[in-house]
């Protein structure tokens, strides 16, 4: 349920409003001197981040923190193998050549693999982490085999008896042929969405047998079910289907009993009987595997509001696999930034009234919005899923039946979005913006607004709205479309009361300016900004992106009548204007009525009409103008973070602090983790 990274748009905002308490406390950092974006290759821009307050933290807080520092990193080789089957075997023999490579590194060529093996870095595998399409290397293949050839032999990850040519012959056409495992994540409906993806969660399958397994399984009138399949590879041996579970003994045994060596650690060092309860917790899953144990974490760990240290590890988002079964390894270490808390909190104390007051019919609203958490965190390390590529709001656990039971809690990425922003470009506004009062609405109020549409989106949109009962969850109901149809939800729920007085009233907006600031950069993404993401030719595929266009590209429709917005063209360029921000906050109502109703009714045929009608296809006309006037500017789409390093320090056998170092160097930071993190073949 994250929001996943930050939209480009946010990439419009360079100067931060006081209003920010992140900000201000950031600001006193010595920020002049560190460099936010150290390096750029492809579509990829490398950013680093700051973790202020960490020298305030206690020296036993320090300790906790570094536990479940190494327990996230450990587990870091688990994501390369669900990303694909030949990752981590391709991985080691990159890794190899950029180690012990004896010929000219300079060279162009070098220079042109080079690239191909960060971006391999960055998407944790073979597959563009965001499009999950399969890149290419710009090198040619005979220059690969030289490589090889030139390297250390014994670095390379070679079979008993496996000579250099044969790995080779054997990595070559997965690596070079665009053709073999063209898609990670196959959501093209026309065809078999298992059997066409390239993801290492099934083997040997068709989708039929996939949903028949699981169809019998699932129990629609068990209140508390479990998340079936969620930690397992599914395979069929001989005809037969069966699981290998994650867990101690089982699949990826070696890194998770790394990650338990060091939880058990970090349990010792926990802050309160609660977080050692639930750390245990995670433990006991991550020993047996059982699912129900799962369940009995996720209800702790929303529970553990106190903790000031807190953390994301697990088996959590179920975007990698087309049916939303498997989920891959994610985590995430942080400590609570208690004033920019604050602002999230008093959002989250207003749930009942925001559900209340919604646009949503009446039958399908929470009539008591349990349990609601929020807050701001500073992040330490990220690892898994979380990275290089991060999200920047979380709302956690996934599973329906807790949140309306339970609640769950949901945080704001405070440190990661203010790197984000202070990393980003002013040229992006100025070449898509109308005209200069739309510039300055978005200097003056555009962090700000974002930070508030994040709270919204992950505090009150996603925990809001409820389901007919018997009508089974939306993965089961809205099948291949439940992703963008959610967070379409939880987009809606945030663009509609961002405009409401009650923003202003509770003390968190100075003004109702800050709520258009973010419609003029909402619909500038959904229409135009966010195709720079996508190849000529292409149709909009992930699922944050088909919601964003769904509601933009639906809104503006809606709105043609009256001229909600207006489509103006200016020396040839292509602009969309608000013209009346109380009509487009009445069209997003309007959206939001329809997307609850069809979460609600699990209506699937309304929700690929309008999917497919706004979300998937693209103006190509428009598209080649957006990379056009894109190109010009020289700015990455998509971003990533180094991580800072912690460095322990010890009295005798005793750890009485620990340093934290922030590395400037991408590849250094790869190969560091490829050493010491490497825990599965
Ligand atoms: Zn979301």
């Known amino acids: 349920m994250k929001k996943i990274i930050f939209l480009i748009a946010a990439a419009l905002f360079i100067t931060l409003t006081g209003c920010d308490s992140t900000n201000k406390k950031n600001e006193t950092m010595k920020q002049e001197e560190f460099n ?29 923190v570094y536990y479940l520092y190494q327990a996230s990193l450990a587990g870091r080789d688990i994501l390369y ?39 391999f870095w960055f998407s944790n595998g073979l597959h563009h982490h965001y499009s999950t399409a399969k890149f290419l290397p710009l090198c040619s293949k005979e220059y690969f085999a030289e490589l090889l050839m030139g390297s250390d032999k014994s670095l390379m990850p070679l079979n008993e008896g496996e000579t250099i040519e044969q790995l080779t012959a054997e990595l070559t056409p997965i690596i070079f042929d665009p053709k ?10 026309d065809v078999d969405i298992i059997s066409t993806s390239a993801n290492n969660y099934y083997e040997g399958l068709t989708q039929k047998e996939v949903e028949d397994f699981y169809n019998k399984q699932e129990d629609k009138n068990d209140p508390a079910p479990i998340w079936y399949g969620l930690n397992s590879k599914l395979v069929k041996n001989n005809g037969k289907i069966e699981e290998e579970v994650y867990k101690v003994g089982g699949l990826y045994s070696p890194a998770i009993e790394n990650i338990v060596l060091w939880l058990k650690k970090a349990s010792a060092a926990a802050q309160n009987d609660l977080q050692k309860k639930t750390i245990d917790k995670l433990v006991e899953f991550y020993e047996t595997g059982d699912l129900k144990k799962w369940n009995e974490y996720n209800i702790l760990w929303l529970q553990d509001t106190l903790s000031t240290i807190d953390f994301v590890n697990g088996f959590i988002e179920v975007y990698g696999d087309p049916l939303g079964h498997k989920a ?50 500073t992040v330490v390390v990220e690892s898994g ?4 590529s991060t999200p920047i709001g979380i709302n956690l656990p996934n599973a329906t039946w807790i949140r309306k039971e339970y609640g769950s809690k949901s945080v704001n990425l405070g440190n990661i979005v203010f790197a984000y922003d202070k990393a980003s470009a002013e040229g992006v506004l100025k070449e898509f913006a109308f005209d200069e ?5 978005s200097k003056k109020y555009g962090p700000l607004a974002d930070n508030l549409h994040t709270d919204l989106h992950e505090v009150i949109g996603h925990a809001s709205g409820q389901i007919k009962d018997g009508v089974g969850t939306p993965k089961q109901t809205l099948k291949n479309y439940a992703s963008t149809i959610e967070e379409a939800r939880a987009d809606l729920v945030a663009l509609y009361y961002l405009m409401d007085q009650k923003m202003v009233d509770i003390g968190v907006m100075p003004t109702l300016d800050a709520a258009k600031a973010e419609y003029q950069k909402y619909i500038r993404n959904g229409l135009m900004l966010q195709l720079n993401r996508i190849e000529i030719g292409d149709n909009v595929e992930e699922s944050h992106m088909r919601n964003r266009q769904l509601i933009a590209g639906w809104a503006y429709e809606k709105g043609k009548a009256d001229n909600v917005i207006e489509k103006k063209v200016k020396d040839g360029k292509t602009y969309f204007v608000i013209n009346d921000y109380q009509k487009l906050r009445k069209i997003f109502g309007e959206e939001l009525r329809e997307i609850q109703r069809i979460t609600s009714e699990g209506d699937f045929a309304a929700a690929k009409i309008l999917v497919e009608t706004y979300g998937v296809k693209v103006d190509s006309e428009l598209h080649k103008e957006v990379k056009e006037r894109y190109s010009k500017l ?11 390093l912690l460095k322990p320090v010890y009295d005798g056998d005793k750890m009485v602090d620990v340093k934290i170092e922030y590395p400037d160097d991408f590849t250094k930071q790869m190969l560091y983790y490829g050493k010491n993190y490497s825990f599965l073949k």
């Open 36 to 64: 936010y974006q150290p390096e750029q290759f492809a579509d990829l821009g490398i950013l680093r981040y700051q973790v202020p307050g960490f020298e305030d933290l206690s020296a036993k807080d320090k300790e906790l």
């Open 81 to 119: 193998d669900q990303n694909g089957k030949h990752n981590l075997k391709i991985r080691k023999t990159l890794e190899a050549i950029v180690n012990s490579y004896n010929g000219d590194k300079t060279s162009e060529e070098y220079q042109k693999f080079m690239v191909y093996v960060k971006r």
């Open 180 to 189: 073999i495992d063209a898609k990670r994540v196959n959501l093209n409906s």
């Open 328 to 377: 891959s390894y994610e985590a995430i270490v942080s400590f609570k930034d208690q004033e920019a808390t604050k602002r999230i909190e008093a959002i989250g104390k207003q749930a009942q009234w925001f559900e209340d007051n919604s646009p949503i019919p009446n039958e399908y609203k929470k009539k008591n919005v349990v349990g609601i958490s929020a807050k701001v965190i």
């Open 385 to 388: 899923d979380a990275s290089p």
């Open 437 to 441: 009062s739309e510039i300055e609405l």
């Open 634 to 644: 020289n700015i990455a789409p998509y971003k990533g973070f180094i991580n800072p």
